[in-house]
């Protein structure tokens, strides 16, 4: 790859002719310098084969630079509306491989005659539309009482509800009636 860059002042245009073997790829497109109090919408032309297209709209105050991903690899001719700036092109040139000029796909099919396709039959109605599938032929589905497991849950949740319970007597049994336990509870020192 090497970096590709252009003026095309007002008024002018600037006839591309790539090198033979690559390709242009034309990254952005700015608008130079502009003067206060003439700033203008600028229309920016690409010709190729004798047709005019746009390919962008630059504005010095809103957007005075776009960016590109166009590849030319025949002449083409670049333009722009403004009488009062230059506009400035760049991108870069690379060389044209073989798969590029075929799309970017290999020539050779013979890796596909190696692959087998197999035909599924599709049942279709008259007016066009597949045929709903057999409800008879669908596979049957074990159903799971959901209430046998919850029975097992709520074991190992009534063991923790129980659990609960006894400690919540425990602590109703450390009463200050002196009953229960024979160990006196020690206060809790306060920081003072």
């Known amino acids: 790859m090497e970096f590709w860059g252009v003026e095309v002042k007002p008024g002018q245009s600037y006839k591309v002719s790539p090198v033979e073997e690559k390709v242009l790829h034309l990254s952005q497109s700015c608008i130079g310098e502009v003067k206060k109090g003439k700033e203008e919408t600028v229309v920016v032309y690409a010709k190729i084969d004798n047709q005019k297209h746009v390919i962008a709209h630059l504005s010095a105050d809103k957007f005075p630079q776009i960016s590109h991903d166009l590849v030319f690899e025949k002449e083409f ?39 087998p396709v197999e035909d599924f039959p599709v049942d279709v109605k008259e007016n066009g539309k597949a045929a709903k599938p057999d409800a008879s032929a669908a596979k049957k589905v ?35 009636d002196g009953e229960g336990s024979d160990e006196e509870e020690e206060p809790t020192p306060t920081p003072k």
């Open 77 to 115: 001719e670049l333009s722009h509306s403004s009488k009062n700036g230059s506009i400035y092109f760049t991108g870069y040139m690379s060389i044209l491989s073989e798969s590029d000029d075929e799309g970017g796909f290999p020539t050779d099919s013979s890796d596909e005659d190696d692959i």
């Open 142 to 176: 074990k159903v799971v009482d959901p209430k046998a497991e919850d029975e097992d849950d709520s074991d190992e949740s009534d063991s923790d509800d129980s659990e609960s319970d006894e400690d919540e007597e425990m602590e109703g049994s450390d009463s200050d």
